[in-house]
């Protein structure tokens, strides 16, 4: 594998980063090292290995819905600050284009 020199001053610059050069020495061989071990993982042979998402298999842990008792409607509502009907009134907290 021909071997890729990374340019850590370039890869700051482009992640808006300002590194001192012992900061930019140290990046570079930690770099080098990331770079090695992924050339090294691409080695290993899953030709019968089938693609997944994730290591193992994940399975639905969710319940069935089903009504069950809750909260009166105006104990919920009781603590409110404000409330217009059935709701709670809460105070804008989005900022941009106006409704």
């Known amino acids: 594998m021909a071997e890729n020199k990374i ?3 370039y890869v700051a610059n482009l992640a808006r980063l300002e590194l001192t050069p012992e900061e930019q020495a ?3 061989g930690q770099l080098e090292d990331i770079v ?3 050339a090294k993982i691409s ?3 899953v030709s019968g290995v089938e693609p997944m998402m994730h290591g193992r298999k994940l ?3 969710f319940r069935e819905d089903e009504v069950r008792p809750s909260m009166a409607r105006e104990a919920a509502l009781g603590n409110a ?5 059935d709701e709670f ?4 907290i989005v900022e941009g284009a106006e409704s």
Do not use: C, H
């Open 7 to 9: 340019d850590v001053a």
């Open 26 to 28: 140290l990046f570079q």
């Open 36 to 38: 090695k071990y992924v």
């Open 43 to 45: 080695e290993v042979d």
């Open 59 to 61: 399975v639905n842990a």
């Open 81 to 85: 600050p404000a409330r217009v009907g």
């Open 89 to 92: 009134l809460l105070p804008k």
